[in-house]
């Protein structure tokens, strides 16, 4: 099975900064990486897909870049509704693993 | 508009079976793989079960294995999960979601609001 990493597993970060969130594949799963958000009490939003290609409606300040094992996600510039829960989840095979989750906090 | 409404939750005795139901509307729900996702209180998320557009393939996470039963009827647009033998750590929020297409390789687009499944005596 594919372990999924993330870190950092806590961030606290202010309005305007940039962000990056890391996640670390156990084994090559080549683009198939995608990026979920969630808020208290709310179900996923899918993010990003395809390790970088944006869902639809999101915004741009989200970008998602690598592949293989390792990969991030960057928020360039902070806006007070993204502070939130991160996820990664590998869709390469089964079972389809997701990180244990970034929480970003405001500083 | 794409809507995924889970139902079926509720409190269950260790060992006991309990069916969750996913009613989806909005798109054409016999055309694209479905996904059940689970979260335990204050705790990440956890991928259950795939099943794919005509139940040609169906993925089940270790933890399920055995115990959990993934279907639906493209004829009334709905996903199920039956739960046999459920544990304490069964405990969770159960979300049904909708992959993108139709490949197992693609991410879930939509997500219901999730049904709270409680196992304990």
């Known amino acids: 099975d594919i372990q999924m990493t993330q870190s950092p597993s806590s961030l606290s970060a202010s309005v305007g900064d940039r962000v990056t969130i890391t996640c670390r594949a156990s084994q090559s799963i080549s683009s198939y990486l995608n990026w979920y958000q969630q808020k208290p009490g709310k179900a996923p939003k899918l993010l990003i897909y395809?390790?970088?290609t944006l869902q639809s409606g999101v915004p741009s300040r989200f970008s998602g870049s690598g592949s293989g094992t390792d990969f991030t996600l960057t928020i360039s510039s902070l806006q007070p509704e993204d502070f939130a829960t991160y996820y990664c989840q590998q869709s390469y095979s089964s079972p389809y693993s997701f990180g244990q989750g970034t929480k970003l906090e405001i500083k | 508009e794409v809507q995924l409404v889970e139902s079926g939750g509720g409190l269950v005795k260790p060992g006991g079976s309990l069916r969750l139901s996913c009613a989806a509307s909005?798109?054409?729900?016999?055309?694209?793989?479905m996904d059940w996702v689970r979260q335990a209180p204050g705790k990440g998320l956890e991928w259950v079960s795939s099943?794919?557009?005509?139940?040609?393939?169906?993925f089940y996470a270790d933890s399920v294995k055995g115990r959990f039963t993934i279907s639906r009827d493209n004829a009334k647009n709905s996903l199920y999960l039956q739960m046999n033998s459920l544990r304490a750590e069964d405990t969770a929020v159960y979300y049904c979601a909708r992959r993108y297409v139709d490949n197992p390789g693609d991410p879930l687009d939509y997500w219901g609001q999730g049904t709270l499944v409680t196992v304990s005596s």
């Open positions: 909005g798109f054409s729900f016999s055309s694209y793989s």
């Open positions: 099943i794919s557009s005509s139940s040609g393939y169906i």
């Open positions: 395809a390790a970088s």
